[in-house]
């Protein structure tokens, strides 16, 4: 029902398996060929973690959460009155900008916090994350064998669930990523550096197909023609969102680009409390951030779902989902955003359908693969989830309007 976030970086092709004794851990790689084989590294956690800037005195260190991307670790210390820190080991073969990448999320966590505590929140540092400096005074490290390592302060009794489940749960998402957007709004997007050059561009990933098809490296084409076709005949409406881009209706913002639920802590009430998983952050147009949450969330069934007919939209977790996230964002995006999210909703199960295909015909070198066709079912489960929004256009474009026309009203009400 949920998107992982591996098929949606794309990175990992690579298998990590843990073993640990005491605080070091012997992590096995097994890679593709695209990868810088590094069969078997041992890490020493304790001494990685002695880098960084911490108070009290480390009793264990263990594997933490369900990230598909970095390798996570909780840092528990003795006292009650020390905090517990999160240690990340930062994936390298998919963001290759590593000081880049923190940087961005040296500015953004810091900008974040400032609106949040100028807006009176005196908990910010429970709503946002904090990065721990090293000695050095950076906001990473780099160990002997080359590998990146960041510490934020571990945020207790929250949780992170795969996938939604309530109606609830999609508002709290909504409504924690729009905070997000909204925080940022009045922030400088040319602050910051692309992590993943051309992530969303929907223009480059047709490209790459259409190169791909030419050369038809695993003899596939003729097989695909019927989704081939599918994609040709929305080419350029699916460009819409870069061409109001380009056209300067829609304002380049700061995005978080992999906007999934498992990217929200909620606290013990299943309350939104922090969005983490900041190292997509980088400009992009609001709909991309509505589109991907969509995409993974408001399915009824898997993203690669073989049976083709269990899937379809759920409209009660849409709407869920954008009436919270319009209650944060509803009174600063313009009409022509606002327009523009139900064309991201179309974009996200399209762009991803493109490059499951791509990777197909490609002879399947990218995404890890359980089963033969298994990308070109995953293209086929993508395009049927966009036939069914397009089924729905009328449906949830009035339900994105009348959730921004909500917030507009309210806030008119609170002016006068
Ligand atoms: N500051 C934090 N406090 C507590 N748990 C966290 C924190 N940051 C991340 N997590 C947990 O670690 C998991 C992986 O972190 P994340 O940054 O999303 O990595 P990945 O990119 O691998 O998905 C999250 O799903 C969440 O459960
Ligand atoms: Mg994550």
């Known amino acids: 029902m949920f998107a992982h976030s591996y098929l949606n970086l794309n990175c990992a092709r690579a298998q990590l398996n843990f073993m640990f004794t005491g605080t070091s851990v012997k992590i096995t790689i097994s ?28 009793v264990n260190i263990v594997a933490y959460g369900s990230g598909h991307i970095n390798d996570t ?74 590998n990146y390592w960041r510490m934020y302060y571990f945020l207790p009794n929250t949780t992170s669930y795969d996938i939604v489940e309530t109606a609830q749960q999609a508002y709290e998402g ?59 005949e929305r080419e350029q409406a699916m460009n819409a969102i870069l061409n109001m881009g380009k056209s300067g209706l829609l304002p380049l913002r700061i995005t978080h680009n992999d906007t999934k639920f498992s990217n929200v802590l909620l606290d013990v009430h299943d309350k939104a409390q922090c969005v ?33 007919e269990k899937i379809d939209v759920n409209l009660e977790i849409f709407e869920a989902f954008t009436a919270g996230f319009l209650s944060e964002t509803g009174d600063f995006l313009s009409d022509a955003e606002v327009d523009s999210l139900v064309l991201g909703a179309l974009l996200f199960p399209y762009l991803m359908g493109v490059r499951f295909l ?43 309007l009348a959730e921004a026309n909500k917030m507009r009203v309210n806030s008119i009400k609170q002016a006068i």
Not at 31 to 58: P, R
Not at 198 to 219: C, S, Y
Not at 297 to 307: G, K, L, P, V, Y
């Open 174 to 232: 909504g409504k924690a990523f729009g905070e997000f957007q909204a925080c940022l709004s009045d922030m400088d997007a040319r602050l910051l550096v692309e992590t993943i050059p051309d992530f969303h561009n929907i223009e480059k990933r047709i490209a790459t197909l259409k190169k791909v098809v030419n050369e038809n490296p695993a003899g596939r084409v003729t097989e695909v023609k019927e989704e081939l076709d599918f994609i040709m």
């Open 358 to 400: 791509t990777d197909y015909i490609d002879g399947d070198k990218y995404y890890k693969i359980n089963t033969p066709k298994h990308n070109l079912q995953r293209a086929k489960a993508q395009f049927q989830l966009l036939k069914k929004l397009e089924y729905n256009y009328d449906a949830i474009n009035k339900i994105v």
């Open 31 to 58: 890679t593709d060929s695209k990868m810088t084989a590094k069969s078997t590294i041992s890490y020493n956690l304790n001494e990685i973690s002695s880098a960084f800037l911490m108070n009290g005195e480390v």
């Open 73 to 146: 670790f909780h840092v528990k210390t003795s006292e009650e009155s020390d905090p517990d820190y999160l240690l990340q080991r930062i994936n390298q073969y998919v963001f290759t900008d590593v000081p880049g990448l923190m940087k961005n999320i040296e500015l953004v966590t810091a900008h974040v916090r400032e609106k949040m505590v100028n807006s009176g929140d005196f908990d910010a540092s429970k709503h946002m994350l904090t990065l721990i400096p090293t000695h050095q005074r950076q906001f990473y490290h780099e160990d002997a064998a080359g």
């Open 276 to 308: 983490i998983d900041l190292d997509t952050v980088m400009p992009g147009y609001v709909a991309y951030d509505f589109g991907d949450a969509i995409r993974s969330s408001a399915n009824t069934a898997a993203e690669d779902e073989a049976e083709l």
